[in-house]
């Protein structure tokens, strides 16, 4: 039976490939990064198909290299709550795995659950409503991001995403939107701007927040690419920053940093990675629920207003802390500080910046 099931589940390692996949890519550098990312996803996603144990899977994943090993976690992930939707008679794996071995990767987890919902999808809303009230958002990160990497050009004609989503589902599904064209693009920064143009402008803040995480965790980009990646960000840049700021926290937790989130925090936020870390865990601690405003996105707003009077300050652009802060959309960036000191949140001295 296992066996059968296994089969039946299968990915090829060549569904990984930019050739299998038809991506673009104008670095080979950047094409062997991202395929390597693929092909880790899908040895964590055979060693937890086996189905041997949460303390064997995990003693296998730990010794992939630290770097690309959040991948591992989330192709098993992935392949772990297919199995409890399968044979649901068993205690749920994705639980034992996030309160044990995959509590420091608990956001690679989530998305992975995103790509078993990509695969397998009945059941969604109720899936969802297991997980964290905070995270569920990144599982439909992660079925964005699957919808992205495997069927993209029906998504860059127009398709907004799948039918059952809806509020900001739409969003959280555009933001792994946002993440896979980073794969499709090679990590090219004008083919990514040109894609992004393509879409409405009111979705264009979500994918770029997407490019920023999968560019400051992923890698394949050196700092040229960066900085012009930054510049054609242009009105965006603050969700391009918050994405980075996003996987210096995801790596900085799960203790597998990398030389690439340095480089992407230092030139899309202009703060070291340990800074970035610390502002996405101080920002967490901030968190509350807001009318119609799931935490999830207060969190990733409190993120952007930082680095606005961050900016501000480098700038030498007076901050006005008694302004009140529209409505979020795009004029959450233009006098957010007063939110941030309503919420004890200490700003940047210009020393620091």
């Known amino acids: 039976m296992a066996g059968i099931l296994q089969k039946l589940l299968s990915i090829s390692p060549a569904e990984a490939s930019f050739a299998r996949r038809g991506f673009h890519f104008l670095q080979d550098s950047a094409r062997q990064r991202l395929e390597r990312v693929g092909e880790t996803f899908l040895q964590g996603y055979y060693l937890a198909l086996a189905d041997q144990g949460i303390e064997s899977l995990a003693q296998r994943l730990n010794e992939l290299d630290s770097e690309f090993r959040g991948y591992g976690f989330e192709g098993a992930a992935m392949a772990l709550d297919i199995l409890d939707q399968l044979k649901p008679w068993k205690a749920r794996r994705i639980d034992e795995l996030l309160r044990g071995p995959g509590k420091p990767h608990v956001y690679m987890v989530h998305v992975g659950i995103g790509w078993s919902m990509a695969r397998w999808r009945p059941g969604i809303e109720r899936r969802l409503a297991r997980l964290d009230p905070l995270l569920q958002w ?25 039918t059952a989503l809806r509020g900001y589902g739409l969003r959280a599904f555009d933001q792994g939107l946002g993440r896979s064209l980073w794969f499709v693009a090679g990590a090219d920064p004008e083919y990514i701007a040109s894609a992004i143009m393509c879409f409405p402008e009111p979705r264009r803040d979500d994918l770029w927040s997407g490019i920023g995480l999968a560019c400051t965790y992923a890698g394949g980009a050196d700092g040229s690419d960066i900085r012009r990646l930054r510049l054609a960000s242009g009105p965006h840049w603050l969700h391009l920053a918050q994405g980075a700021v996003f996987a210096a926290g995801a790596r900085q937790r799960a203790g597998n940093i990398a030389p690439q989130t340095e480089l992407g925090c230092q030139l899309l936020c ?71 000191a309503e919420r004890g949140v200490a700003l940047p001295h210009p020393k620091e910046a």
């Open 138 to 162: 990144l599982a439909l990160d992660g079925f964005g991001f699957h919808e992205g990497y495997f069927h993209w050009p029906r998504y860059a004609a127009g398709l907004r995403s799948f």
């Open 270 to 340: 202009r703060l070291p990675e340990q800074q970035a870390a610390e502002l996405c865990e101080e920002m967490l601690r901030h968190v509350t629920e807001e009318d119609a405003v799931p935490a999830y996105e207060v969190w990733r707003r409190l993120i952007r207003m930082y680095l606005q009077v961050s900016e501000d300050v480098k700038e030498n652009v007076p901050v006005n802390c008694s302004r009140s802060v529209p409505p979020p959309a795009q004029s959450e960036v233009a006098h957010p500080q007063s939110q941030v």
